[in-house]
């Protein structure tokens, strides 16, 4: 028996001597080519994107983000089904408008719930060490984080979107009013673009402060709600107090309480670029009970100051955090 | 396995270039009161390198440095002739690092995990995919690797972390207390699994701890720092051979076997319950036996000492034991 031939039998020997588990597979090197940093953070966007949605976490993790995605897809499913029972008929939803009340709720649920999920667990297990020592910069893993769940976020509430856009689309008849649905579909896209970023980066940056995960749902549920009570309540109160903005502008209380809270914030915003009604024209609709007055461009400022701020302290909270 | 010189620090000796990790002259200060690692330079050759320091020694200090996390305050490193400070990119490609501490979230499968960070170091998804099960099949974790973390032993845990270590086909592993939290089976298997990645993987490793006993057993060198200072590195064998010691105790006659041990020409010394003798060679063990026979007392306990670093670089049974046995001397 040769030398190799003993080892060999003498390899398996002791690998039935471990009680039949044969760990003895030889090591296998790695040749081929490696991901580059960018694919890597690539990598890190569609593992924390599929987080947001509990994909990869066991099923319990899925069951809230699901849910909430079925309910802001209804008003979309209600739409089409009421379009497609009464043909002709003006569609009940609006782009912009995408039942405001729901979408509040739905999202502040949503952010709160899933945030925490994608930074504060790598807090609290300790885990930001083992991305660190890879090949990835120190501010690529807030990135991907902030991307993956921007995206997460868009998908929340762009998808009930365009599912509202083809239930409408199927209904009607001819180019122009597909073209007309279209160009109505644009803004109010946009809008919602405005929600995925200012609730994205607000999100992780208060789910960033803590590693525990009730702690940082509450840490965003908490004063996303009460400043959405606040604001509404400061509002009203402005209007009780100064009147109701019948013939002039609305009361500065009522017209800066939105300022409060992020979903009143985008609110203003959206009702600062609307057009202005034409005279005679229908009236502006209550889009999310904000109104904004003469300050329309201090709602577009703060919401600005508002993104940048939460992105900018997100990063600068990676860039100090310990590496073990 | 190297690629570039290091630049060479003013006043140190040259690199070497067969060095995986080349220090020189590296200080970390943290603040102005706090120094992590003090003017240390040395170097490891390929193999398995025990980095053995107490704790807060700086092991973990130097550790960090070596992956380009933490910048030196000055002084260079090289990690497989790449600097730390320039190319921590390519070291963190070529490096395998198992964190001191907990680091595994516990409701995702070791096998998802392992995925998961193999992507992270650069790896395709199919490839990814199986180098993490080759990976957790290695650290003998096949079976349970669908299970999620959450309800591994502290064994199985360690296992992991070694795994992610290894997924991504580094050519260095830095294994920070590998040991940690494990009983004396998992310790003994956790050293052998890393004896087996260093003999026969070929992969080097650096492995810190702090209990010297544990890991001179898997060991080709070893580096011993204190206050980020470096005691001592040498190979294994010159480095442990001064100093071994013996530990006898019985369970009565104590001082009998004091005085005979002495008139024996051993020199013991009172240890806490037992006594300690320089162990010369094996006819050590044969003068014990013999003593403890020709006495006929009852003995309960023989055995090479286990040092711990504290030990035996500083105080305790090496100032006891003195000049007379050169036991543990290492300035």
């Given at each position: 028996?040769?030398?190799?031939?003993?080892?060999?039998?003498?390899?398996?020997?002791?690998?039935?001597?471990?009680?039949?588990v044969?760990h003895?597979?030889?090591?296998?090197?790695?040749?081929?080519?490696?991901?580059?940093?960018?694919?890597?953070v690539?990598?890190?966007?569609?593992?924390?994107?599929?987080?947001?949605?509990?994909?990869?976490?066991?099923?319990?993790?899925?069951?809230?983000?699901?849910?909430?995605?079925?309910?802001?897809?209804?008003?979309?499913?209600?739409?089409?089904?009421?379009l497609?029972?009464?043909?002709?008929?003006?569609p009940?939803?609006?782009?912009?408008?995408?039942?405001?009340?729901?979408?509040?709720?739905?999202?502040?649920?949503?952010?709160?719930?899933?945030?925490?999920?994608?930074?504060?667990?790598?807090?609290?297990?300790?885990?930001?060490?083992?991305?660190?020592?890879?090949?990835?910069s120190?501010?690529?893993?807030?990135?991907?984080?902030?991307?993956?769940?921007?995206?997460?976020?868009?998908?929340?509430?762009?998808?009930?979107?365009?599912?509202?856009?083809?239930?409408?689309?199927t209904?009607?008849h001819?180019?122009?009013?597909?073209?007309?649905?279209?160009?109505?579909?644009?803004?109010?896209?946009?809008?919602?673009a405005?929600?995925?970023?200012l609730?994205?980066?607000?999100?992780?940056?208060?789910?960033?402060?803590?590693?525990?995960?009730?702690?940082?749902?509450?840490?965003i549920?908490?004063?996303?709600?009460?400043?959405?009570?606040?604001?509404?309540?400061?509002?009203?109160?402005g209007?009780?107090?100064?009147?109701?903005?019948?013939?002039?502008?609305?009361?500065?209380?009522?017209s800066?309480?939105?300022?409060?809270?992020?979903?009143?914030?985008?609110?203003?915003?959206?009702?600062?670029?609307?057009?202005?009604?034409?005279?005679?024209?229908?009236?502006?609709?209550?889009v999310?009970?904000?109104?904004v007055?003469?300050?329309?461009?201090?709602?577009?400022?703060?919401?600005?100051?508002?993104?940048?701020?939460?992105?900018?302290?997100?990063?600068?909270?990676?860039?100090?955090v310990?590496?073990? | 396995?190297?690629t570039?010189?290091?630049?060479?620090?003013?006043?140190?000796?040259?690199?070497d270039?067969?060095?995986?990790?080349?220090?020189?002259?590296l200080?970390?200060?943290?603040?102005?009161?706090?120094?992590?690692?003090?003017?240390?330079?040395?170097?490891?050759?390929?193999?398995?390198?025990?980095?053995?320091?107490?704790?807060?020694?700086?092991?973990?200090?130097?550790?960090k440095?070596?992956?380009?996390?933490?910048?030196?305050?000055?002084?260079?490193?090289?990690v497989?002739g790449h600097?730390?400070?320039?190319?921590?990119f390519?070291i963190?490609?070529?490096?395998?690092?198992?964190?001191?501490?907990?680091?595994?979230?516990?409701?995702?499968?070791?096998?998802?995990?392992?995925?998961?960070?193999?992507?992270?170091?650069?790896l395709?998804?199919?490839?990814a995919?199986e180098?993490?099960?080759d990976?957790?099949r290695?650290v003998?974790?096949?079976?349970?690797?669908?299970?999620?973390?959450?309800?591994?032993?502290?064994?199985?845990?360690?296992?992991?972390?070694l795994?992610?270590?290894?997924?991504?086909?580094?050519?260095?592993?830095?294994?920070?207390?590998?040991?940690?939290?494990?009983?004396?089976?998992?310790?003994?298997?956790?050293?052998?699994?890393?004896?087996?990645i260093?003999?026969?993987?070929?992969?080097?490793?650096?492995?810190?701890?702090?209990?010297?006993?544990?890991?001179?057993?898997?060991?080709?060198?070893?580096?011993?720092?204190?206050?980020?200072r470096?005691?001592?590195?040498?190979?294994?064998?010159?480095?442990?051979?001064?100093?071994?010691?013996?530990?006898?105790?019985?369970?009565?006659?104590?001082?009998?076997?004091?005085?005979?041990?002495?008139?024996?020409?051993?020199?013991?010394?009172?240890?806490?319950?037992?006594?300690l003798?320089?162990?010369?060679s094996?006819?050590?063990?044969?003068t014990?036996?013999?003593?403890?026979?020709?006495?006929?007392?009852?003995?309960?306990?023989?055995?090479q000492r286990?040092?711990?670093?504290?030990?035996?670089?500083?105080?305790?049974?090496?100032?006891?034991?003195?000049?007379?046995?050169?036991a543990?001397?290492?300035?």
């Amino acid at each position: 028996m040769s030398a190799d031939a003993s080892a060999a039998a003498g390899r398996l020997a002791s690998a039935a001597a471990d009680g039949g588990v044969i760990h003895n597979i030889g090591y296998r090197r790695y040749d081929a080519a490696r991901l580059g940093r960018a694919q890597i953070v690539r990598a890190l966007i569609w593992h924390s994107f599929r987080a947001a949605f509990g994909i990869g976490r066991g099923a319990k993790a899925k069951i809230f983000p699901i849910l909430l995605f079925v309910l802001m897809c209804l008003p979309a499913a209600v739409n089409a089904i009421g379009l497609a029972l009464n043909p002709g008929s003006t569609p009940a939803v609006t782009y912009d408008g995408y039942t405001p009340q729901l979408r509040v709720v739905a999202m502040l649920i949503f952010v709160a719930l899933e945030a925490p999920n994608l930074v504060s667990n790598d807090l609290r297990n300790h885990t930001l060490p083992l991305y660190f020592a890879r090949p990835i910069s120190r501010l690529d893993y807030p990135l991907a984080k902030l991307v993956a769940f921007l995206l997460a976020c868009l998908a929340m509430i762009e998808i009930p979107l365009l599912l509202l856009y083809l239930g409408i689309v199927t209904q009607v008849h001819g180019a122009s009013q597909v073209w007309e649905q279209t160009l109505q579909l644009g803004p109010g896209l946009l809008y919602g673009a405005a929600w995925a970023v200012l609730l994205a980066s607000l999100g992780l940056l208060l789910a960033s402060t803590t590693g525990k995960r009730v702690f940082a749902i509450c840490a965003i549920g908490i004063p996303l709600f009460f400043s959405y009570i606040l604001a509404n309540v400061l509002a009203h109160i402005g209007q009780q107090a100064f009147g109701p903005a019948g013939f002039g502008q609305p009361s500065t209380l009522t017209s800066l309480a939105g300022l409060i809270s992020p979903f009143t914030l985008l609110g203003g915003v959206l009702r600062w670029l609307e057009k202005a009604p034409a005279p005679g024209g229908p009236p502006v609709r209550e889009v999310m009970q904000t109104t904004v007055g003469n300050y329309g461009p201090l709602y577009g400022a703060v919401f600005l100051v508002l993104t940048v701020a939460a992105i900018v302290g997100l990063f600068a909270r990676y860039r100090k955090v310990g590496v073990a | 396995m190297i690629t570039q010189p290091v630049r060479q620090a003013g006043g140190h000796p040259p690199p070497d270039p067969g060095a995986v990790i080349d220090a020189r002259g590296l200080t970390k200060r943290y603040g102005t009161t706090v120094t992590a690692l003090d003017d240390l330079t040395v170097s490891v050759e390929p193999g398995v390198t025990g980095l053995i320091g107490a704790n807060g020694a700086g092991k973990s200090t130097l550790i960090k440095i070596l992956l380009g996390l933490l910048e030196p305050t000055t002084g260079k490193a090289a990690v497989l002739g790449h600097d730390c400070v320039a190319d921590g990119f390519v070291i963190r490609t070529l490096t395998g690092y198992m964190p001191e501490h907990d680091c595994l979230p516990p409701d995702v499968t070791a096998t998802e995990l392992v995925t998961h960070l193999g992507r992270m170091s650069g790896l395709p998804a199919t490839a990814a995919r199986e180098r993490a099960a080759d990976s957790l099949r290695h650290v003998g974790l096949y079976e349970e690797r669908y299970r999620q973390i959450g309800t591994y032993s502290t064994g199985m845990k360690q296992r992991v972390k070694l795994a992610q270590a290894l997924v991504g086909d580094p050519r260095l592993l830095l294994l920070d207390e590998p040991t940690n939290g494990l009983d004396p089976a998992g310790r003994t298997a956790m050293l052998e699994l890393i004896a087996r990645i260093g003999t026969e993987f070929g992969i080097s490793i650096l492995v810190a701890s702090h209990l010297l006993g544990e890991i001179e057993q898997i060991c080709d060198q070893l580096v011993a720092i204190d206050a980020g200072r470096l005691l001592r590195a040498d190979s294994i064998r010159s480095m442990t051979q001064a100093s071994s010691v013996l530990v006898i105790e019985v369970d009565e006659g104590l001082d009998l076997l004091q005085a005979d041990l002495s008139r024996r020409g051993l020199n013991p010394l009172p240890y806490q319950r037992g006594l300690l003798v320089q162990l010369a060679s094996d006819a050590t063990y044969d003068t014990v036996r013999d003593a403890v026979a020709d006495l006929g007392l009852p003995l309960s306990r023989m055995e090479q000492r286990r040092h711990r670093i504290e030990e035996l670089f500083r105080a305790d049974p090496a100032e006891q034991l003195g000049q007379t046995t050169g036991a543990a001397s290492v300035s």
